[in-house]
C-alpha cells in the first residue's frame, strides 16, 4: 500500500501538477453585484514561456521548425500567435460565462463601450509535453486588472496562478489544445471564485 501511494505521488510531480490559485491581490469586487456585462482584452505582456522569455521561446521554436522544413517556424509562430484568439481567448470566455450566466446574468464581451473593462495579461505558459511514455501538464499565470473607465481608477486586481486542465487519459498530445484547457479552467474556476466571494 504504502509502495502505492509513494508512485502515485511520483507520478503527480512527473506530471507537473500544482494547485492552482486565485486571489483579490488589490481592491475590491464588490461592483460586480451590480454588473451584467463587463469587457474584456487580453494582452501577453512580458510573458514568459516555460524558463525563458517569449522572445528567446519563440526564436528557438522558429529556427528549430524551419531547420527542420524551410517554412515551418514562420507556420508555427502564425499559429502560436493567431491561437490565442481562435482558441484560448474564446474558451476563458466560453468557461467563464457558463459560470456567471447561470448564477448572477453577468457574461464578458470582448465590445467597447461598457464602464469596467477586466485586461487580463497571461504572465507565464507551460506548454507542457506529451511524448506517449512521459508528459508534462501545461499551464498558464493570468493577472486580471479591473478599470472603471469613468474615473480611469484601477477597481481590482485578480490572480490566476498556475492554471492546468490537461486530458488525463492521456491524449492531449497537442500544444494548442493543452494550454487552450487550461484557459478554460482558468476562465471557470474565475468565475466560481467571483460567485463564491460575492456569494452571488
Same mark, same amino acid.
Not at 490565442?84 to 484560448?88: A, D, G, L, M, P
Not at 464602464?115 to 507542457?128: A, I, Q
Not at 472603471?148 to 486586481?157: F, R
Given at each position: 500500500?504504502?509502495?502505492?501511494?509513494?508512485?502515485?505521488?511520483m507520478c503527480l510531480l512527473a506530471t507537473g501538477i500544482y494547485a492552482q490559485r486565485i486571489?483579490?491581490?488589490?481592491?475590491?469586487?464588490?461592483?460586480?453585484?451590480?454588473e451584467k456585462i463587463?469587457?474584456?482584452?487580453?494582452?501577453?505582456?512580458?510573458?514568459r514561456v516555460g524558463k525563458m522569455t517569449e522572445e528567446d521561446y519563440v526564436s528557438k521554436k522558429i529556427i528549430e521548425s524551419n531547420d527542420k522544413e524551410p517554412g515551418?517556424?514562420?507556420n508555427w509562430y502564425k499559429m502560436w500567435i493567431d491561437d490565442?484568439?481562435?482558441?484560448?481567448e474564446p474558451k476563458f470566455i466560453e468557461l467563464f460565462d457558463k459560470i456567471m450566466s447561470d448564477k448572477r446574468g453577468i457574461e464578458l464581451t470582448e465590445n467597447d463601450g461598457n464602464?469596467?473593462?477586466? =485586461?487580463?495579461? =497571461?504572465?507565464? =505558459?507551460?506548454?507542457?509535453f506529451n511524448v506517449g511514455v512521459a508528459r508534462k501538464n501545461a499551464s498558464v499565470s493570468l493577472v486580471a486588472t479591473i478599470i472603471?473607465?469613468?474615473?480611469?481608477?484601477?477597481?481590482?486586481?485578480i490572480i490566476i496562478d498556475n492554471s492546468s486542465a490537461n486530458n488525463f487519459m492521456g491524449m492531449d498530445f497537442d500544444v494548442a489544445y493543452r494550454i487552450q484547457e487550461s484557459y478554460a479552467k482558468a476562465g471557470r474556476e474565475l468565475a466560481k471564485f467571483l460567485v463564491k466571494k460575492l456569494k452571488l
Open positions: 500500500m504504502k509502495t502505492l501511494f509513494s508512485m502515485l505521488v486571489a483579490v491581490k488589490s481592491g475590491s469586487i464588490d461592483f460586480l453585484k451590480n463587463l469587457t474584456v482584452k487580453f494582452t501577453y505582456n512580458n510573458m515551418k517556424g514562420d490565442r484568439s481562435n482558441r484560448f464602464r469596467y473593462v477586466m =485586461t487580463v495579461n =497571461t504572465h507565464f =505558459t507551460e506548454p507542457g472603471d473607465t469613468e474615473t480611469g481608477k484601477e477597481i481590482a486586481v
